[in-house]
């Protein structure tokens, strides 16, 4: 082989690496061309959603411009000539923000979730469309007047003119993924029904003792068996023990003293009356007395109102008067407690009329639901209102006996009433639905297991429900049989009749005394809510609303028999014999789930009360910052993060005198020496404080051949109080975990948490932390629970560390033996200032958009879990200086 024949062959391959190098560099840069593609796809799918801000808009069925102003959080503020134009503007920018959000819920409300979803979703329809929230809020809109169902035909021509713009992918991100499982998906127009659709479900997550009720029922039956069986007394002492009475003599109430007010029908324009009945010391100071030593006596009538407690998930709301104040004028603070949500349940917005009229009356801001028009928690120019659960008892299940397609009623068989209802499901055959109903409502055992439990073995629960005396004949023994009869479990829910919930939003918006409130108040049925109130001439108010219950035989604490009408309800508490406050002597009024009144009060409320804690540490709080000096804003705000363990002080306590084994262990017990009880995020002693609490109720409760609840923290804090009060109590003993009396039982639990701990945050004690164990992660209720990684990732956000905890005034609940990452928050945070509405405050969990990605989807987070709270500009001169993003609404044609 000569030279040239070397020079004319073909060039020898290069090394296997530089081949590979090459092919590597082709792949990747394919790879990258591939993922930039994508991204600008994805960027492009997403940005679409995004709603225009500014600029010119014109829209049919506009009457007039509407000026749509939003703050750097995305914040918008409504200012429009008419109410129709308010409320029409208000539904296209709530669809802006928030229309996934809306038509989600709107199938929700009405049992149509399998229409987006598919087959999985069926279940849930037939227990939704059984409930019937649908046919009564279409109900109530029929029964509406005509203003009022003005208000919400407005707003649906608003949503539906957005709708008209936009289609797909184009109203949001949810659409482009919805539409790979369900491409022949579209929104139908909006509704007013859709808009009171969603009050009932809120009523159902705020409904009462219902799951309560059905525990206790099938803890009586399982402690009615086995060797160890225990006869209806001793079950009915059981039950008493682990649901204890309200602890009147530790925790307040809210209304200590009925207040004297005139009737709603006044039209004494002098109606000066509003005095508080008897002597104003002596009885509100017995009514509220507690163990706690009093700080000073500058709140007059409730100076005994201290202590260092906290309570359990529920909602905060509290009102001072303006003589505590530095500023003359009273402070209004309110953070409602509910499941955590991307987005989140409110909506902050303005309703401004450019005039205010007697026919355009709106100048109001606040806390909006998307999807329903006007704002639920708030101020207008004269009173500010807040809310928190009223947490009466306005369920009861009741044990019918059934026989085929009839069921017993007072010696007699009475038909069962059944509709047909047809469940559509996304890439499948619709599905038939019986609906089936008694006297009492819907039959709901067969769709949910525990309701179905109850129905299977119904007998122990009645009997103790008797034993304990919630029943006055023994109607526990149904009539005769026949060979093919059973049991069904119906609900009578105050919620399933139609009521005026969505006309009071209104009348609360627009009120302007004391007076204009309790009529806003009366209207305001369901959920039943505890309403307080503030206004600019320095008068504080509360005022029970909600239609509650007067029950015959029964008191509604056990399932009841459906067979004897003794145990129907026989009407509803008179609105004017509700507890109601005005100016109280002490200066202040707290809310927390507390007891509303003693149980001196003449109407039964309800005997399944949050227990207390936390009205009680808020009472402290207010009392001894009040003999510091005057009540300010700031005060208010830091009294909304307070984070002490009520429970927690108390372990602390008792574990001084426990021995331990082990170095671990015994340096972990020794970081509660010195703690403060708060449960801080970067708290060490507060991470351990909270896992020996939770193993020491699983020991003491959970882990038994015959588990004990532990759920409601702070019902268990009452009841580990008085465990360890009583080191005899049988409880301390449990041979399931071989345990034998109150020490071994606090050693075991603390050497069991140390090694839980260790095992998730590492051996070294002081690097522990509480933020981080009880961490919340965002996630979108949809296609953020899709377990598709991918997917999920681009709706959830988190996690975030937080502090607080469960049965705390800043109430960021978890779920004992299960997890202790957070799941139930206060949603929101507002303070009022009466003396100047610019100078207030507000805070929700995620940021005003529904739209991820957007720069407002979770903008607000850091601040809400830091307990920073934004400015709140409603002066029309505040509004314009704050205003980034202005977008004018203009008539079509």
Avoid at 19 to 44: N, S
Avoid at 178 to 200: C, F, H, I, R
Wanted: charged letters at 20%; proline letters at 5%; a negative charge.
């Amino acid at each position: 082989m000569t030279t040239d024949s070397l020079d004319t062959a073909a060039p020898s391959r290069p090394p296997l690496a530089a081949r590979i190098g090459r092919i590597a560099f082709v792949v990747i840069a394919g790879l990258v061309v591939v993922a930039v593609a994508a991204a600008l796809f994805l960027t492009w799918t997403i940005q679409r959603s995004f709603p225009q801000t500014d600029g010119a808009l014109r829209l049919d069925g506009l009457e007039s411009t509407v000026t749509v102003q939003r703050d750097g959080s995305g914040i918008p503020t409504i200012t429009a000539d008419s109410t129709h134009d308010l409320f029409y503007a208000e539904g296209f920018v709530h669809a802006q923000d928030r229309f996934f959000e809306m038509d989600f819920r709107r199938h929700v409300t009405s049992g149509r979730v399998a229409e987006m979803f598919g087959a999985s979703q069926v279940g849930t329809d037939a227990f939704l469309r059984t409930l019937g929230w649908r046919d009564v809020a279409e109900a109530e809109v029929a029964a509406m007047d005509d203003t009022t169902r003005g208000y919400y035909e407005s707003y649906a021509d608003g949503v539906n003119a957005y709708l008209d713009s936009r289609s797909g992918a184009e109203l949001s991100l949810e659409y482009a993924v919805l539409g790979m499982q369900n491409a022949d998906y579209a929104p139908e127009p909006w509704t007013p029904a859709d808009s009171v659709a969603w009050l009932k479900a809120m009523a159902w997550d705020l409904r009462g003792n219902v799951e309560d009720e059905t525990e206790r029922a099938l803890l009586a039956g399982r402690l009615a068996e086995g060797p160890d069986a225990l006869d209806d007394a001793e079950i009915s002492d059981a039950l008493a023990q682990l649901y204890p009475s309200y602890p009147f003599d530790r925790n307040p109430v809210i209304v200590p003293k009925i207040s004297t007010v005139p009737a709603l029908t006044t039209t004494d324009a002098d109606a000066a009356a509003f005095t508080t009945t008897g002597p104003d010391d002596e009885v509100q100071q017995a009514s509220t007395s507690i163990e706690w030593q009093t700080a000073s006596d500058v709140i007059e009538a409730a100076s005994v109102l201290v202590g260092d407690v906290g309570e359990g998930i529920g909602s905060n709301s509290w009102v001072v008067s303006g003589a505590l104040t530095e500023t003359g004028k009273p402070l209004l603070s309110n953070d409602p407690h509910l499941g955590s949500s991307l987005p989140s349940v409110w909506y902050q917005v303005q309703l401004k009329c450019e005039k205010v009229t007697e026919s355009c009356p709106f100048d109001v801001g606040g806390f909006s639901f998307s999807g329903l028009p006007g704002i639920v928690i708030g101020h207008n120019q004269k009173v500010a209102w807040g809310f928190t659960n009223l947490t009466t008892d306005v369920t009861d299940l009741y044990i019918e006996r059934i026989e085929g397609d009839e069921y017993w009623r007072d010696g007699a068989l009475v038909p069962v009433e059944e509709s047909t209802e047809t469940i559509k499901v996304a890439g499948d055959d619709d599905v038939s639905l019986t609906v089936r109903r008694t006297v009492h409502g819907p039959i709901i055992s067969g769709l949910v297991d525990d309701f179905t439990a109850l129905a299977d073995d119904p007998a122990p629960g009645l009997a103790a429900g008797l034993a304990a005396g919630g029943g006055a004949s023994d109607a526990s023994t149904p009539p005769d049989p026949a060979a093919d009869a059973g049991y069904a479990v119906s609900l009578r829910w105050t919620a399933l009749d139609p009521g005026t919930a969505s006309t009071a939003i209104f009348a609360l918006a627009t009120a302007q005394d004391f007076d204009d409130f309790r009529v806003a108040a009366s209207l305001f049925d369901v959920p039943a809510q505890n309403l307080i109130y503030a206004d600019t001439e320095g008068n504080i108010g509360y005022q029970t609303p909600g239609r509650l219950p007067v029950r015959g035989a029964g008191d509604g604490w056990m399932p009841q028999p459906g067979w004897d009408s003794a145990y129907d309800w026989t009407g509803f508490i008179p609105f004017e014999d509700l507890p109601v406050s005005y100016n109280p002597t002490s200066g202040y009024i707290v809310t927390a789930n507390n007891a509303i009144v003693t149980d001196d009060y003449s109407y039964f409320l309800s005997r399944d009360w949050d227990y207390g804690y936390r009205a009680g540490r808020i009472a402290h709080l207010l009392e001894r910052k009040a003999a510091a000096g005057p009540l300010t804003a700031a005060d208010m705000r830091e009294i909304q993060m307070d984070d002490e363990m009520w429970v927690g002080k108390r372990i602390a306590a008792v574990m001084a005198d426990v021995d331990v084994k082990g170095a671990g262990p015994k340096e972990a017990v020794a970081l509660l020496r010195t703690w403060d009880a708060q449960n801080t995020a970067s708290s060490a002693a507060a991470a351990y404080a909270n896992v020996l609490w939770s193993n020491l109720v699983q020991n003491l409760f959970a882990e038994r051949d015959v588990p004990l609840p532990i759920d409601g923290q702070g019902r268990l804090f009452t009841v580990v109080d008085a465990l360890l009060d009583d080191p005899s109590d049988p409880l301390w003993t449990n041979e399931s975990i071989d345990v034998d009396g109150m020490e071994q039982m606090l050693a075991h639990s603390a050497e069991e948490a140390y090694d839980e701990l260790s095992a998730l945050q590492g051996t070294a004690v002081a690097l522990w932390n509480w933020g981080d164990l009880h961490a919340i992660t965002l996630r979108s209720s949809t296609f953020g629970e899709s377990g598709i990684a991918p997917i999920e990732w681009l709706f959830n956000r988190g996690p975030y560390p937080v502090s607080g905890g469960a049965s705390v005034v800043n109430a960021t609940g978890w779920e004992l033996g299960t997890s202790y990452a957070t799941t139930t928050v206060p949603s929101m945070r507002m303070v009022v200032d009466l003396s100047d509405f610019d100078a207030s405050t507000w805070i929700q969990l995620t940021g005003a958009s529904g739209h991820a990605f957007d720069a407002h989807y979770t903008d607000q987070t850091d601040d809400w879990a830091a307990g920073v709270q934004r400015p709140w500009a409603f002066s029309a001169k505040a509004v314009t200086t704050a205003a980034v993003h202005t977008l004018v609404l203009t008539p079509k044609g």
